[in-house]
């Protein structure tokens, strides 16, 4: 091979591994898909969740309690956050309900009942609940407690009223925490 067809290869060599460091580079900021859109790990839980076709109504619900502000400060949370089908579930105008201005402290402490200060991963929650008997207990930020239990292939919060919730996309990484997406509601002791 002359020097300059080795001198070709060498550049075309060179410009693969800048555009494959690029892909690697791209790929390690969008972490997972949620909602029909890539989760940004550089952005806020706030951010990732706004722009997310399935947390429509925890995106309202977050905005309605002032918690936005919370969400995308400093953290870190870790957010389990309720697809717009588990504001479905609850009982009929439920939502509607607790949208409005009265209703205010409620809806703080139904959202704050989802949010666990802290960074854990869903790797984290399994090892705390089989360190734990099989069963961790979480603080929220609203003075509630989850509990969190692994039953082989998914992590599974109960709440306080005995509800139970699938973790359907874990380890949504971002800036100020992590979002584990979750298919119920989680309910706060009255």
Not at 2 to 12: E, G, K
Not at 32 to 52: H, Y
Request: net charge negative; with cysteine; glycine share 10%.
């Amino acid at each position: 091979m002359n020097l300059a067809r080795r001198a070709a290869c060498a550049v075309a060599v060179a410009v693969g591994l800048t555009a494959g460091a690029v892909v690697v580079l791209a790929a390690a900021e969008l972490s997972v898909e949620a909602g029909g859109v890539p989760m940004v790990a550089s952005k806020t839980i706030f951010e990732n969740l706004a722009a997310s076709k399935d947390h429509k109504s925890l995106v309202a619900a977050i905005e309605a309690a002032g918690l936005a502000e919370t969400l995308q400060g400093e953290g870190p949370f870790t957010l389990f956050a309720p697809v717009d089908k588990a504001f479905d579930k609850l009982a009929k105008g439920a939502v509607a309900k607790l949208l409005e201005p009265e209703s205010k402290d409620e809806l703080v402490a139904l959202l704050a009942n989802h949010i666990v200060p802290g960074r854990s991963s869903a790797a984290d929650l399994v090892v705390a609940a089989e360190n734990s008997g099989g069963r961790a207990t979480l603080a929220t930020l609203g003075g509630g407690e989850l509990v969190v239990t692994h039953d082989g292939r998914k992590v599974v919060v109960l709440d306080a009223k005995g509800g139970k919730a699938a973790v359907t996309i874990p380890d949504v990484a971002q800036r100020n925490g992590v979002i584990h997406v979750v298919d119920k509601v989680l309910q706060p002791r009255e």
